[in-house]
């Protein structure tokens, strides 16, 4: 099997690389084919992965390429993990919304929007040339944030999409260490969507441990996803990280305004990686590829593509997938983080019980921003922005909208091509 990855020139490429090397009984992989215009990148990273397979005697190697047809011809299913404007714009998404007081974050918020303008139109692109070229059965496999607007712009464009995150499965493999217990024994009740999550369930052999997580490790669950012990108690349910930007948005913004930007430390990390990659001896996953981020993002994406291509039995993933009535509150369109059953024929949410409404109202309110957002990076224009904008809850105010749309669209202008030279 081919297996194509757009964007293979990032730096955390070689987690793939060592998730597809530890799974050579289960995921026919023969070549894995490294999409990205950066031919310094992607070189490097494409020689320290196929050192990477060679040293754990996987028969798959390694190619690069600057050429996305080349690259995605006849491959089962393609990965995308994009960073439109790099980590320059990322630093952006992190810092122009606290002028008015609201957090900066590259997937959500201001922040997010941002992105999502940005980085819309080049995936949709993308996806049309590889349906052109590779087929219409081959998957599309989107881990480029912000994972659920993304998704649902490939999804609504008929696209064989899935859209992949890695809280979930850090959630999982944190539960089953707690508890003692086999990771696969481990089942979550994932209710949200992408990076507006939270577990109401945990569930090992089909009995619900969550109750036994809070009354024994709340603590320390607590300071992993910054929330008060307390409130998880009392909510039943560890919420992902991400809502600290909800639910503690004012302390987030003081802390965000005397740290150091994460694209700062991220581009430090990428340069130090980067001459790792380039060192002929180093033949296995250095320690400095944990302080990149995207924990298990391997485990994630090996498994899943697994499950859509390999013919077998339905697995169960916790993916980014149409809704079609899992949240009667939510349209049939719109795109939910849920566990779902894969296979061949793609994904399925599993039902869940009814969402309480404490959580059920943040969920409609952000999906709501999605479907505007999607609007305004298919569409353009810089009332849509600000449109999008009003109806976050992390924004919504006329005064706040308006700068940070008109911010937003000069420090994006470049990237936009309906706001003008």
Same mark, same amino acid.
């Given at each position: 099997m081919k297996l194509a990855? /757009? *964007?293979?020139?990032?730096t955390y490429t070689p987690e793939l690389i060592d998730g597809i090397a530890g799974r050579r009984s289960t995921l026919d992989v023969d070549e894995i084919v490294l999409i990205d215009p950066d031919a310094y990148r992607v070189e490097a990273v494409g020689d320290f992965s196929n050192r990477l397979l060679s040293h754990a005697g996987h028969p798959a190697r390694v190619r690069t390429t600057a050429n996305l047809e080349e690259g995605v011809e006849g491959a089962s299913a393609v990965l995308i993990q994009l960073r439109v404007g790099g980590q320059r714009a990322r630093r952006g998404d992190e810092t122009f919304p606290h002028a008015c007081g609201c957090v900066g974050q590259e997937t959500t918020g201001a922040g997010g929007l941002a992105k999502a303008l940005r980085t819309v139109p080049v995936v949709l692109d993308i996806a049309d040339r590889v349906r052109k070229i590779a087929g219409d059965d081959t998957w599309i496999v989107n881990f480029t944030n912000p994972v659920g607007i993304v998704t649902r &712009?490939?999804?609504?464009?008929?696209? !064989? &999409? /899935? *859209?992949?995150?890695?809280? &979930?499965?850090?959630?999982? !493999?944190?539960? &089953?260490? %707690?508890?003692g217990a086999g990771v696969d024994d481990v089942k979550l009740v994932h209710t949200g969507l992408n990076h507006l999550s939270?577990?109401?369930? /945990?569930?090992?052999?089909?009995?619900? !441990?969550?109750?036994? %997580?809070?009354?024994?490790?709340a603590e320390f669950l607590g300071e992993h996803v910054t929330a008060p012990v307390e409130w998880m108690r009392r909510m039943n349910v560890v919420p992902s990280y991400y809502l600290k930007y909800y639910y503690g948005h004012d302390e987030q913004v003081m802390k965000q305004r005397t740290e150091r930007p994460r694209a700062d430390v991220v581009s430090d990390v990428e340069e130090e990686l980067l001459k790792v990659y380039l060192d002929p001896e180093v033949v296995t996953k250095p320690e400095q590829l944990e302080k990149r981020g995207g924990a298990y993002y391997s485990e994630a994406a090996v498994q899943l593509v697994h499950a859509l291509t390999s013919g077998g039995p339905a697995e169960e993933h916790v993916v980014n997938v149409r809704n079609e009535g899992t949240f009667d509150f939510l349209p049939d369109d719109a795109v939910i983080e849920v566990p779902s059953l894969v296979d061949a024929k793609g994904p399925r949410p599993i039902p869940q019980q009814p969402v309480e409404q404490r959580f059920a109202g943040l969920i409609a309110g952000v999906t709501a921003y999605e479907q505007l957002a999607l609007e305004a990076a298919i569409k353009g224009g810089r009332d849509r922005v600000a449109d999008a904008l009003l109806a976050h809850p992390l924004v919504g105010q006329y005064s706040k909208a308006d700068q940070l749309a008109d911010t937003l669209v000069q420090i994006n202008r470049q990237f936009l091509p309906w706001a003008g030279a």
């Open positions: 990855v /757009v *964007g293979g020139g990032s &712009a490939l999804l609504n464009e008929g696209h !064989r &999409a /899935v *859209g992949l995150c890695n809280v &979930a499965i850090h959630l999982q !493999r944190t539960f &089953a260490h %707690l508890l939270w577990e109401r369930q /945990v569930l090992v052999n089909g009995e619900d !441990r969550l109750p036994e %997580l809070l009354a024994e490790h």
